[in-house]
């Protein structure tokens, strides 16, 4: 069934895969994105002249943030489905910016299910972290672990849980959330290991070790990402017990999606070497503050709901991501 759908940060890395994808299965996708200069915006432009070919996109430049503006979208457009996924993203970034934080990832995102709510959208699936679980020693991490985030990103992540559970429970709104986890592959994000460390060892510059390395995260590759969300369209969290969510007394859910397998940073660098050929020059810093030393994600609940579980090794995915980066780049 064709539908209308809303995709919010279209211009981003996972919003620019999602809405290419929701085109191709012949979905009509409004695309809205603010642009905002927090990495460059000639990627972001990029990834959006690529979607503009799709006769099926038509994209919107606003900020989600801005209330009047969004009343307006939803006034004027029905969407069958939201996938939200704009926000102000990196964790790093918000112990020394918190209000933009507070713009984009909460005023925003009650901005979301005021529309989704007044319009009767079908579906909100928006996007949360793996970041929400913090310091949280369960591993691997389930979605009734207790969550213990240590980073105002974090906190804004796991406020969007705890507001869209409201929403679910005060007016029906079905909504399910995405704890996505350490994300990379094409048209990735320059803010982010697997990009930062490529860049540097592309350009013989040294690459920055936190905790002196020590670190593990379960990194996802984009196209396991983007079947997660595509599976979970149509799997709308309802009351009651059988609808396969695990917090089932209102239409909320929550998913990982993660690969279900952490990788040492040692294996990333490692992956990046034999895909570049290059060596790394590696400086160990300390831990930086607001970040987590290690995630793993149990994927059982999507596997159970949907029958998907990501699939791509991350051997595989860095290549693909860095044959994407030498012809993008000209590297
Ligand atoms: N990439 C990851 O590893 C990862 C992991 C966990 C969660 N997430 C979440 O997934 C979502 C997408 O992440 P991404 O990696 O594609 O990030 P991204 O920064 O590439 O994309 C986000 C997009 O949203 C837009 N945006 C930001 N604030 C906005 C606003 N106020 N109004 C309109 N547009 C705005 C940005 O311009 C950008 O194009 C985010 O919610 C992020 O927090 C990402």
Redesign the pocket.
């Known amino acids: 069934m064709t539908m209308n759908i809303l995709v ?9 895969h999602v809405a290419r994808r929701l085109c191709q299965e012949g979905h009509q996708v409004l695309g ?5 200069g ?2 460059a915006i000639d990627l ?1 432009l990029a ?1 959006l002249d690529l979607l503009m070919e799709n006769p099926r996109f038509q994209f919107r430049k ?5 209330t009047q503006a969004m009343r307006k979208l939803f006034d004027e457009h029905r969407f069958d489905r939201v996938v ?7 964790v790093r970034y918000s112990i020394d910016n918190p209000h ?1 934080y507070v ?3 909460l005023q ?1 995102f009650v901005n979301i299910l005021e529309g989704c709510r007044r319009s009767v959208v079908g579906h909100l699936l ?6 929400v679980y913090g310091i949280s020693r369960a591993l691997p991490l389930r979605e009734d672990a207790p969550t213990i985030p240590v980073s105002l ?1 974090a906190v804004s ?1 796991r406020a969007n849980e705890m507001m869209a559970h409201s929403y679910a429970h005060l007016f029906g709104q079905p909504a399910t959330g ?7 592959g094409p048209w ?2 320059p803010d ?1 290991a697997p990009f930062k460390f490529t860049q540097a060892m592309l350009e013989g510059w040294p690459i920055d070790l936190y905790n002196g390395g020590n670190l593990s995260r379960d990194f ?1 590759y984009i196209d396991d990402v983007v079947e997660g969300i595509v599976q979970l369209l149509n799997c709308i969290p309802c009351f009651g017990p059988k609808s396969g969510a695990r917090d089932n007394d209102v239409p909320h859910a929550t998913y990982n999606i993660g690969f279900g397998t952490p990788s040492s940073l040692a294996e990333l660098i490692g992956c990046i070497e034999s895909a570049t050929g290059a060596s790394a020059i590696r400086h160990r810093k300390r831990m930086q503050p607001g970040d987590v030393y290690d995630t793993w994600a149990d994927v059982s609940a999507l596997e159970a709901r949907t029958g998907f579980r990501p699939k791509t090794p991350l051997p595989q995915g860095i290549d693909s991501f860095v044959q994407w980066y030498r012809t993008f780049y000209r590297a």
């Open positions: 919010t940060g279209c211009a981003g890395f996972i919003g620019s809205l994105d603010n642009l905002n927090y990495y972001k990834r606003q900020d989600i943030a801005d939200h996924l704009a926000a102000q993203a990196g933009v713009d984009s990832n925003g928006y996007a949360s972290s793996s970041s990103y992540k995405l704890r996505l986890f350490t994300v990379y990735g994000r982010m996802t």
